[in-house]
């Protein structure tokens, strides 16, 4: 009973740190129909600012958090209007040629400017310790994970279904043509969506760096695991990937506890079966 509870608490801060960071992709790739695969790069990104500024500048936990978020919402600005936007509407190879050509050059640049080592965020005394929670002590960053992961997730899904920027994306979504015809700015609204995303990357790239540790190779090794996230759960459904890392972290993590020697083989056995039966991710739209 004991590792059964351990395996869940374990498998929920884990997935939920996956969904911070998968969902920004999840709404690329679902609602502005674009293959950004160097969404982990920006994530990377988000950990190194929080590290230096933390570690070198001596910054408080938090506020190096709001600098890493802000910081890649910025860059994403110029990035979305003079390099993605170019992209719209191109063939699916060619986006997937541009965002690993540009994943390449930022792992280059981290590591020039960063050096090859892992790099650690400094954490305050208040997630630094265990949170005794009856059954068992958990890590409090792990618990801080799990929060903010389920905050981005209610706070996304009232973003897109209860916002008139929802109304305006979904619009866009469905028929740009006709929405610019209704006076909708449809590139304004692709590139407020790009850069939340973008920030959304960076804040679980900080959140998470304690369980996904920052450093150069970042982007490329887990870039698979953020794509798998988005083809189980659905491109662009905030439930569906939601629901994959809940499913896919405890896969994980219960194949880490029992049986190590086997790595990721549940983990891809489980993605081969879900993809299997549900084409579409469990709750994509058909196309």
Avoid at 91 to 111: K, P
Avoid at 127 to 151: E, N, T
Wanted: proline share 4%; net charge positive.
């Amino acid at each position: 009973m004991q590792t059964i509870l351990s395996i869940g608490v374990d498998a929920f801060a884990y997935g939920m740190v996956l969904f911070v960071i998968s969902i920004g992709l999840s709404v690329t790739m679902g609602l502005m129909k674009f293959a950004n695969l160097a969404h982990g790069a920006f994530a990377m990104i988000g950990g190194y600012v929080a590290s230096y500024a933390t570690q070198a500048l001596g910054w408080h936990f938090g506020f190096a958090l709001l600098a890493a978020v802000a910081a890649c919402m910025v860059l994403a600005v110029p990035l979305e209007r003079f390099l993605y936007r170019r992209f719209y509407g191109a063939s699916e190879l060619r986006q997937v040629l541009m965002t690993i050509g540009l994943t390449f050059m930022i792992i280059g640049i981290a590591n020039w400017l960063m050096g090859p080592t892992l790099k650690t965020i400094a954490l305050p005394p208040a997630l630094q310790g265990p949170v005794d929670i009856g059954f068992r002590s958990v890590p409090a960053h792990k618990i801080f994970a799990a929060v903010v992961g389920l905050l981005v997730a209610i706070g996304l899904w009232l973003l897109i279904e209860r916002t008139f920027f929802g109304v305006k994306l979904r619009a866009a979504v469905d028929d740009a043509p006709m929405a610019e015809a209704l006076g909708i700015r449809t590139k304004i609204v692709y590139a407020i969506s790009f850069s939340i995303a973008i920030g959304l990357a960076a804040l679980g790239g900080v959140v998470g760096a304690q369980l996904l540790p920052i450093e150069p190779q970042y982007a490329l090794h887990h870039m698979v695991t953020f794509l798998v996230v988005v083809s189980v759960g659905g491109a662009g459904s905030i439930g569906g990937a939601l629901a994959a890392c809940l499913i896919l972290g405890t896969v994980k993590t219960t194949g880490s506890y029992l049986m190590p020697e086997f790595g990721n083989f549940f983990f891809y056995l489980a993605v081969i079966a879900i993809v299997a039966v549900f084409p579409n991710g469990l709750m994509g739209r058909a196309k």
